[in-house]
């Protein structure tokens, strides 16, 4: 764990610059989406993402309008090397959330519908090309719950409407935590495994949990 290093060569450390909230594996690399102060950092090294500057990489520019905080929750790249986002709440209120995936070094929208108060916070690439999504919602009186959900590979075009097929949900009276992170791997005996991580805000009132999962019908 570290610091990531900005454009300037200097760790970031102003609170409107640092809200890093998603990281995905590019050739040559990571690259990792931040709100507040939406935008993408590419982190040239395959070692580590603090372990060098981060280049600024064009983001959709449609986030101009987006909230400081429901802007790039999610990001993945898919195996052909589009890179695809999601927004957490864009445009708020309405039935469909707003999604980007860049391919020929532009970025193209599509609409990514929602389930119930549910919100993207995370998504993984599965090892069949798939992606995980992970979302969560959450309320004062209902607190937190989770929803993971698969999209298919081939459905991810500019102009779509893209519907997730859920696969599993974390509700009370399952553990509830504010779940944010996803990775996906396949294992030695073929298996496919799934991580989820909850942040804690820093507050004694939350934990920081790091769930696996067999997924049994990859």
């Given at each position: 764990?570290g610091l990531l290093i900005g454009a300037n060569g200097q760790p970031i450390?102003?609170?409107?610059?640092?809200?890093?909230?998603?990281?995905?594996?590019?050739?040559?690399?990571?690259?990792?989406?931040?709100?507040?102060?939406?935008?993408l950092l590419k982190y040239r090294s395959n070692k580590s993402p603090f372990?060098?500057?981060?280049?600024?990489?064009?983001?959709?520019?449609?986030?101009?309008?987006?909230?400081?905080?429901?802007?790039?929750?999610?990001?993945?790249?898919?195996?052909?090397?589009?890179?695809?986002?999601?927004?957490?709440?864009?445009?708020?209120?309405?039935?469909?959330?707003?999604?980007?995936?860049?391919?020929?070094?532009?970025?193209?929208?599509?609409?990514?519908?929602?389930?119930?108060?549910?919100?993207?916070?995370?998504?993984?690439?599965?090892?069949?090309?798939?992606?995980?999504?992970?979302?969560?919602?959450?309320?004062?009186?209902?607190?937190?719950?989770?929803?993971?959900?698969?999209?298919?590979?081939?459905?991810?075009?500019?102009?779509?409407?893209?519907?997730?097929?859920?696969?599993?949900?974390?509700?009370?009276?399952?553990?509830?935590?504010?779940?944010?992170?996803?990775?996906?791997?396949?294992?030695?005996?073929?298996?496919?495994?799934?991580?989820i991580v909850s942040d804690d805000n820093f507050s004694p009132l939350q934990?920081?949990?790091?769930?696996?999962?067999?997924?049994?019908?990859?």
């Amino acid at each position: 764990m570290g610091l990531l290093i900005g454009a300037n060569g200097q760790p970031i450390q102003r609170t409107y610059k640092k809200d890093a909230e998603s990281l995905f594996r590019i050739n040559g690399g990571y690259v990792t989406s931040f709100e507040t102060h939406h935008r993408l950092l590419k982190y040239r090294s395959n070692k580590s993402p603090f372990s060098g500057r981060g280049d600024p990489v064009s983001a959709p520019h449609h986030l101009i309008d987006a909230h400081r905080n429901k802007g790039m929750e999610a990001a993945v790249a898919l195996n052909d090397g589009r890179w695809v986002v999601f927004a957490e709440n864009f445009p708020e209120d309405e039935p469909n959330l707003f999604g980007w995936v860049l391919q020929k070094q532009r970025w193209r929208p599509f609409d990514y519908t929602r389930t119930g108060e549910f919100q993207p916070s995370g998504a993984a690439l599965l090892p069949s090309g798939n992606v995980l999504i992970l979302e969560r919602r959450f309320s004062f009186l209902g607190g937190f719950g989770s929803r993971l959900a698969v999209i298919l590979q081939h459905d991810i075009r500019p102009g779509a409407t893209l519907r997730s097929q859920e696969i599993a949900r974390l509700e009370p009276p399952l553990v509830e935590e504010n779940f944010e992170g996803a990775a996906a791997y396949k294992n030695k005996t073929g298996e496919t495994i799934i991580y989820i991580v909850s942040d804690d805000n820093f507050s004694p009132l939350q934990s920081t949990l790091l769930l696996m999962f067999k997924l049994r019908n990859p």
